[in-house]
Each structure stands twice: as C-alpha cells, then as structure tokens.
C-alpha cells in the first residue's frame, strides 16, 4: 500500500481484522451445519441429483415390466413435469437448449403413465421436440429404449455383439478397451441386443407422432463433436461397415459362437454383483442388468433381477408428491472432502465425529482385485465412490482419500509422510508427530497403523495407475483408444478414460501432501515430474485448463494449480502465473465466480455463468494456491461467499458444477456448495494468519 496515510492503512488493516474474524464466525456456522448432517456411523452422504433421463428410464423399464401404472411409477411421472422447461423441452442442466433425447424419453414416459396428449404441456413437449429435429435425433441408448417398447426396430439400434467379451486382452478391440462405466453397460446390454425382447404397446401410447422421417431414414449415430469424415477409409466407415456386417450376420443367424458368448457375458455381470451397490454401482448399467436378466429367462422375483431391482430402489427419493432417482451415491467422496474441509476449520482426530468419519473412510478402503488387474499387476488399495463398488476403485476418490487421512491426522499435530525410495518396495508411509499425538498414539495405535497401511497402499496403486503419457484417468490405466470413440455405440461421448488434467493435478496433489515433491528421488519423484511435464504440456494458451470433472475451466485451472503448488512447483512460474491471472480475469462484478456446463459446448464460453458457491469457492483456492491470498480480488471473493452465506452456515445453489460425461450428463452434488466454502473460506484463514 505504497502512497497510504496512517490513518488509510490502519483503516485497510482493521477492515482486514474484521473480515478474518467475520470468516471465522463463517466457518464455525458451517462445521455445525455439516456435523448435524453426519450420520451416525461416521460418513456424510448428500443427494446427488441429474438430469430428467433418471426419471423417464426408470418409468420405461417400468412398462418394459409391464408396470408402468404403479404408483411409483406415477410419482416419477409428476417429477417429469416439474422438471419441464416452459417452452416444454427437457434438458440436460437447468437453462440449457433442449435434449432431444431426454424430451423424447420424457413425453412417452408421461403417454405411458397415463397423460393426455393433448394437454398444454404435452403439445408444448411435441412441439419443441418437432422443432429440434424429432425423435429421429435420439441417440443410441434412447433407441434401444424406444426398440424395447416396440416404437422402432431392433435393427435400428446400434450393433452390441456379446461375442465381444470373448475377445482376449491384446486385442486392439475388447471390452477393457473401453472405459468403465461403457464395459458396466456394454455387457447387460450385448445380451438385450442378442435377445431383442420387445414389448408390444397400445397405439394409443406410441410416440410415432414424434417421427419425422421414417426411423430407417434417421440420421447417422455418432459421438458429439466428430464430424462425418471425407475420404476413403476411416474408423467412422469402418466401424459402420462392421455394424452393418454384424447387422447381416444376425440376420442369416450365422453366430457359431453366440451361446458361449452369452454364458460369459452373463457370468461376468453375475460377478459383478458382489460387493457393489448394483452392477457398477450406477443407475444405467443396473437397469440394463435387470433387463438383461429377464431376457435370459430370469423370473422376475429371482434373487438376481431382485438385487437390481432393490438397488434401483435405494436410489430413489421422495420428493413432496413426487419422485426422483440418483444416478448413483457418493458417500466416500462427500465424507473425504468434508473431512479436507472441516481439518481445514481445524476440526481432526482428537474430536469424536472427525474420528468416527475416518474410521468409516478407513472401512471402505479397496482390498479386492478388480477389472483394472487386467493391465496392471499391484496390490488392491484405494478407494471408490459409493457405498460398495468394489471391482471399480478411481484415482479420484482414492487421491481424496489420501489427503483426508493427511489433513485430518495433521489437524491433530501428526504426520503422514512418504518416504521415498528408489523403487516402490522400499518406499514408506510414516505417522509421526508431537503433542496431542502422544495421547492418541495410545488411545488410536491401531488406527494410525491402519491409516499408514491404507495410504501405502493407495500410493502404490495410484502410481501403478499411471498413463503412458504421465497422467492418470479414472478407472483404468492407458484407456486412451480414440478410435473406439467412432463406433456407433459411442455417442454418450465416454467411450474411453484417457489422462485429464484436474484429475491428474489432484493426484500429484495427493503425493504433495505426503511430503512427495518435484526434488523426491527414485519412482515417486519420477512419477511427479511426469505428471507435472503432462499437467503443462496441457494447459491452454489462455492460462487455463480444462475441467473433465467438474464445471469446467474454473475447475480444472483450480485443481492443477492447487496440484503443482503442492509438488514444489514455485508461486513464480509462469503456468502458476498464467493460471492465477485467468481466475483473476473471469471474476465477477460481485465477487463470485460461475460458469456455465454450455462450455463444453462451446469451449469460447469459459469462465462465464451465473455465480456460484463452489465454483467461487475453487477459484479462490487455486488463487491462494498460487500465492495470492492478500489480493484485493481474492478479499472481494471471500465477502461474496460470506455475504452469500445463509444463516444455517450452507449456501444455495441451483447451478449444476459436476460433470458426468461432457455434452451428454451432468451432475449437481449438493454438498459442493456447503464443503468447498468451507474449505475455501478455511484456507484463506490460515493463509493470511502466516501473513
């Protein structure tokens, strides 16, 4: 504050002694608000909410069952209709253009469950969806929907041979090509394909209203953003020739090899079953399963259609007079950052709820071989998303975790520390520390060791996770195969789990935590300067980065810088610099920062939208990351998130900040905008304490 009178800078001074105390008052309302929610097993759960297509598949399964007059089904029905837009589209986040397959899905969800097509707000959804385009539009999964109930023909439908589960691993194409989430969905849905179990319906509920073309006449599927390639050979023409080949095959019945491939399709869903929250732990893959099931022939109270059944139920909510499903549940991930956060606050080990929510993040820990074992030979170790979803640990959760345990055990004045070796085998976790660790080092012996134990092992995996081009994905290891995404199968946009840089950021992130830096020796040094090489060789020329997991530059600019700091990567560098400056530039007149899902869309958007909580929240983090915490901006983000702030210590939040697949689902977690402020808000506390 060069040039300021006394009386200036003690005014300057004060108002920032009063900011502080005002966000500690802040961040005491929230720890309350967030200790009030846990459950009494120690973890915290809140509802994870998307689009309409939750409500409308689960009615057309329904009706595929013949169930579609059920109460439940009803319930389900009125929340469609809540969650029209006025012009009478659905779409994928609140505001946005219509989906077409969503609308189409939802106007025959209402027709089966009884509405008029006549009423205002059926003619406003056949309107809109005439002016998209209409049905013909739908992609792929839409049109296996409308095949099941009889609206269009199998043969429409893009070809799903089971015969692919026979495929060895060093096959350029075999399903642990494709990403996780595609393999969960894949395998059910290879045996539907096989068996083409369609209903037959009354006219009376069809939708041929909704067809433009004939469906033989619909436009080609493809995956969004790849454009129909010009030339002579292509994957896009290969695999159409395949599909079409396929297509052929089926249709003379020249399948030698159908009965063996449908005994192992089916076992490998069976396996999948245990110790999971469903088949993948997620809504798609659980309702193909259960369909699947039936068409083999399983009755429909069988323990096994039973099992999907149940945990399709576990996934619904009562919403008032309506009904809503989650696409799945997000218990480790909600606990582990409620856990970073309230650390942050200053809440670990020595006080009982912190406690009672490690130990059940310590319960969910991974100690079972899964589908990742097909191209990486490590120990089990890390964590999942959900309740149980034991054949699918991710990088994501598993780095959270890591740094929950850290923060908690550090808000309790002890270490958790990697000491690296040359090789991974004689590389160690430590717990160390001073003061109130003495006390719990009796008390919690056990714990400690169990903690050490859980993150060598993580580590371990984590590493072994490791891309080829020095990032990680998801779910698998080198899941990079682009070409597959020109497959017509391929048009939810997630055929494949290649390196991101948030996800890779948050990673290192982790290792920074435990003391691991761009200086440490032996594999884990080499494993982060990898990383930090793939985290720059990725950042966009504005500064920024891209956000798979969450919306979207905000996000990714704030993971990888939050990432690099925490590996050594100075506060002066020029990416770190870059990075800070774009956050500083996409600060809104109020403070805040948003922006919209419509930039993967259109990526000339980023850093545009509506304010929000948690993006505002990791904006500031990655700011203060960067060594701006005393910035003008970052004290005018830090009053929004306050002036903002209800008086129960959460804030709302209507905006959708989580990404499922760009393009295609996004997510609303609702607890971004209650823990991120916390951590934010905690951070620049400690932050300007040191200063």
């Given at each position: 504050m060069e040039g300021a009178s006394p009386t200036a800078s003690n005014r300057?001074?004060?108002?920032?002694?009063?900011?502080?105390a005002k966000a500690r008052a802040a961040v005491a309302s929230t720890c309350d608000w967030l200790l009030s929610h846990q459950h009494a097993d120690g973890h915290w759960c809140?509802?994870?909410?998307?689009?309409?297509?939750?409500?409308?598949?689960?009615?057309?399964?329904?009706?595929?069952?013949?169930?579609?007059?059920?109460?439940?089904?009803?319930?389900?029905?009125?929340?469609?209709?809540k969650q029209q837009e006025p012009n009478g589209a659905w779409t994928q986040f609140p505001g946005a253009p219509i989906d077409v397959g969503s609308s189409v899905k939802a106007y025959f969800a209402l027709k089966l469950t009884g509405h008029d097509a006549a009423a205002d707000y059926m003619v406003r959804a056949r309107n809109a969806i005439l002016e998209a385009g209409g049905a013909d539009k739908v992609n792929s999964f839409t049109r296996f929907y409308l095949a099941l109930l009889g609206q269009i023909p199998f043969e429409l439908c893009p070809a799903v041979p089971p015969e692919m589960v026979l495929l060895p691993n060093w096959s350029p194409i075999n399903i642990y090509r494709i990403s996780s989430w595609s393999r969960t969905i894949f395998v059910p849905l290879s045996i539907v394909w096989a068996h083409r179990a369609a209903r037959d319906i009354v006219e009376d509920v069809s939708i041929h209203e909704l067809f433009i073309r004939k469906p033989e006449d619909?436009?080609?599927?493809?995956?969004?953003?790849?454009e129909k390639p010009a030339g002579l050979f292509s994957w896009d023409r290969f695999f159409r020739t395949a599909d079409s080949g396929l297509k052929l095959l089926e249709k003379y019945g020249l399948r030698p090899l159908r009965k063996r491939a449908l005994r192992q399709a089916q076992q490998w869903m069976l396996d999948r079953f245990q110790q999971s929250d469903g088949p993948g732990a997620i809504f798609p893959p659980i309702v193909w399963s259960a369909i699947a099931l039936r068409t083999l022939g399983y009755a429909e109270d069988s323990p096994e259609i039973q099992y999907c059944l149940d945990h399709l139920e576990r996934l619904v909510l009562e919403d008032g007079e309506t009904t809503k499903l989650q696409p799945c549940k997000s218990p480790v991930w909600d606990t582990s950052i409620t856990l970073r956060a309230?650390?942050?606050?200053?809440?670990?080990?020595?006080?009982?709820?912190?406690?009672?929510?490690?130990e059940w993040l310590l319960s969910k820990e991974v100690r079972v071989p899964g589908d990742w074992t097909n191209n990486v030979d490590c120990e089990p170790g890390g964590w999942f998303f959900e309740y149980e979803n034991a054949f699918y640990p991710d990088n994501d959760d598993t780095s959270m975790g890591i740094m929950a345990?850290?923060?908690?055990?550090?808000?309790?004045?002890?270490?958790?520390?990697?000491?690296?070796?040359?090789?991974?085998?004689?590389?160690?976790?430590?717990v160390g520390g001073r003061g109130i660790a003495e006390q719990l080092a009796g008390s919690s012996a056990a714990m400690m060791e169990q903690a050490a134990a859980a993150t060598r092992r993580a580590v371990a995996w984590m590493?072994?996770?490791?891309n080829k081009d020095g990032g990680w994905g998801a779910f698998d290891k080198n899941n990079d195969a682009e070409f597959l995404c020109h497959v017509p199968f391929a048009d939810h946009n997630a055929m494949i789990d290649p390196s991101t840089p948030d996800l890779s950021a948050r990673v290192i992130e982790s290792f920074g935590r435990l003391g691991v830096t761009i200086e440490s020796p032996g594999k884990l040094g080499d494993t982060v300067r990898r990383a930090v090489a793939y985290i720059r060789a990725n950042?966009?020329?504005?500064?920024?980065?891209?956000?798979r997991w969450g919306v979207n530059y905000i996000y990714g600019t704030w993971q990888c810088l939050v990432g690099l700091r925490a590996v050594g990567v100075p506060a002066n560098d020029p990416a770190i610099e870059q990075?800070?400056?774009?956050?500083?530039?996409h600060q809104q007149a109020c403070g805040g920062w948003g922006e919209s899902c419509e930039t993967y869309e259109d990526p000339s958007l980023r850093g545009q939208g509506s304010p929000t909580a948690s993006q505002t929240a990791w904006a500031l983090l990655g700011i203060i990351a960067a060594g701006g915490a005393n910035l003008a901006e970052v004290v005018h983000g830090v009053q929004y998130l306050m002036d903002t702030q209800r008086e129960d210590g959460a804030w709302d939040e209507i905006e959708f900040t989580g990404t499922g697949f760009p393009r295609v689902f996004y997510l609303k977690y609702h607890y971004y905008p209650i823990y991120f402020p916390l951590l934010a808000l905690a951070e620049w506390n400690r932050a300007t304490a040191r200063s």
């Open positions: 300057i001074s004060q108002y920032a002694v009063d900011l502080r809140a509802e994870l909410e998307g689009d309409s297509i939750l409500q409308s598949e689960y009615i057309l399964l329904l009706a595929w069952l013949g169930k579609e007059r059920t109460e439940i089904a009803r319930r389900c029905a009125a929340h469609l209709l619909w436009p080609e599927l493809r995956c969004p953003g790849l309230l650390a942050a606050a200053g809440l670990g080990l020595a006080q009982e709820p912190t406690c009672r929510g490690v345990l850290a923060d908690q055990l550090a808000a309790a004045n002890i270490t958790l520390e990697v000491h690296p070796g040359e090789t991974l085998a004689n590389t160690s976790v430590v590493v072994a996770m490791q950042q966009l020329s504005d500064g920024s980065w891209f956000g990075g800070k400056l774009w956050l500083l530039a």
